[in-house]
């Protein structure tokens, strides 16, 4: 069985997210909006990670034995500007994605080991990161317009 390796990189991947979103706020202070809902999107990865613990219990964690093509890795440091801003929030969304994306498979593995607690546990986690990338989309929509046409 292959889900204890999708249960650490979906571990591995709430984490690297959470630590991107508080890299962000902190990074783009300056946006209140940005500053407090990074933060609170944070919390809520934080939170994700936490729910996978005891499925990672039951069903382990091991690591991949094939190559990384792709992987988790947090935002070391961001950008600044109104265009800095839009590139972060990019950056975030291409992370989120495969957040979302691994939910997504995990989901299929649960619903075929008819694991009802495991499926409340995704379904929940899954619908607040889709809830991120609407914001994120939408954060980037109301940006770019000024990050992209006003000249600094």
Known sequence: MMLPVYLGLL???ERALAESFRQVADGHGAEPD???LCQTLAQQ???HEQALAPAVER???RPDDEP???HAVAMCDTRTGPVGLIRDLQDLYVLASMVDVTWMMVKQAVLG???DELIGIVAQCE???SVQLSWLTTRMK???PQALIVAR
Do not use: F, M, N, S
């Open 59 to 61: 069903y382990g964690e």
């Open 34 to 36: 940005v500053y407090h």
């Open 142 to 144: 109301q940006a770019a």
């Open 68 to 70: 990384d093509r792709l």
């Open 113 to 115: 080991l008819r694991d």
């Open 127 to 129: 619908a607040q990161t």
């Open 45 to 47: 990865c934080d939170q």
């Open 11 to 13: 571990q591995g991947a």
